[in-house]
């Protein structure tokens, strides 16, 4: 682990023994909140128990906890009016949980919010009356990361065997890209547009991208490396190939707190460093059919689209 790292779990544990409010008690039940449909990370159907990687490591943290496990599961639409972050701190600050799982960890997701109450996503086991009403916000405050979220360059059957060690490589095959996301920002500023004529753009949540890639309606096409787990474990028998290339940006996951909860987040981060040395992270990221790639520098991600700019 970098200095980096250990520094963010240190800075925790000093601001705790300044705290005034005791931890909470071992036997109090550690509540994560989890999405319900984000395969490999996090899965549930209801009538079912709840599947995947951050499923699983929620297990290992209570466990090392000494704490009982509960799990609230909440749905995040994929629409213009909703904000992940805002949506977060409403699960948050409502009590519906103490910690966030698979969060993404940047400048923009764990700024001061902007306004004072937000609505309550889709959760299990809510009520008419809590989509009417708003929740007064707190500060989030993130723990040490546990693994890191790329993107990276899938290959249709023709052109599955080529060599991909840059975006540039792209050049002369048919891209597809989804709307409005990072993805689409980085393919059509590379150098000044270079790819933009080869681009053909899909509605996210809408058109299936990986699908019209197996049908061959494009070559190529640049997600994060989650999808194309959860593809490739829907569909055992696709054609479709890794490049074996991530895009130089992106962002680690880890849990977000609100700052009131100094102690838990110290504990977690313990927690969390000796599940990562035991090699447990990377074992539990296998078993759930996760690519595990480890957390890196910086810990939290700036101002991507100037990077892209720049780039």
């Excluded at 996503?121 to 009520?127: I, K, R, S």
């Amino acid at each position: 682990m970098s200095r980096a790292m250990k520094a963010i779990g240190a800075a925790v544990l000093l601001a705790t023994a300044f705290m005034a409010a005791p931890a909470a008690a071992d036997d109090e039940t550690l509540k994560f909140c989890l999405d319900e449909d984000l395969p490999p990370l996090s899965v549930h159907h209801r009538g079912k128990p709840g599947a995947g990687f951050d499923v699983a490591l929620a297990e290992a943290v209570a466990k090392e906890l000494g704490r009982p496990l509960a799990i609230q599961w909440f749905e995040s639409k994929l629409d213009e009016d909703s904000s992940p972050a805002l949506e977060a701190n409403a699960l948050l600050s409502d009590g519906r949980c103490a910690l966030i799982g698979s969060y993404a960890l940047t400048k923009d997701s764990l700024v001061a919010p902007g306004v004072k109450t937000a609505k309550l996503p889709d959760f299990d086991g809510a009520t008419r009356d809590y989509h009417r009403r708003r929740v007064e916000l707190g500060v989030l405050t993130p723990s040490q990361p546990y693994a890191y979220s790329a993107l990276t360059i899938v290959l249709g059957p023709k052109v599955r065997d080529r060599h991909i060690g840059d975006v540039g490589d792209l050049n002369g095959l048919r891209i597809g890209i989804e709307s409005g996301t990072l993805a689409d920002a980085i393919l059509m500023n590379f150098h000044g547009g270079q790819l933009i004529d080869q681009i053909t753009h899909v509605v996210p949540g809408r058109q299936d991208l990986l699908g019209a890639l197996e049908r061959d309606e494009f070559d190529a096409t640049l997600l994060d490396l989650r999808r194309f787990d959860a593809y490739r474990a829907a569909h055992p028998d696709t054609k479709l190939a890794a490049s074996g290339y991530y895009y130089p940006i992106g962002a680690n996951r880890g849990y977000v707190a609100l700052a009131s909860e100094a102690a838990l987040l110290a504990a977690v981060n313990k927690a969390l460093s000796d599940l990562q040395a035991k090699g447990t992270i990377a074992e539990l990221a296998h078993d759930a059919g996760l690519t595990y790639l480890p957390p890196r520098e910086p810990i939290v991600l700036g101002d991507v689209l100037q990077q892209i700019l720049q780039k």
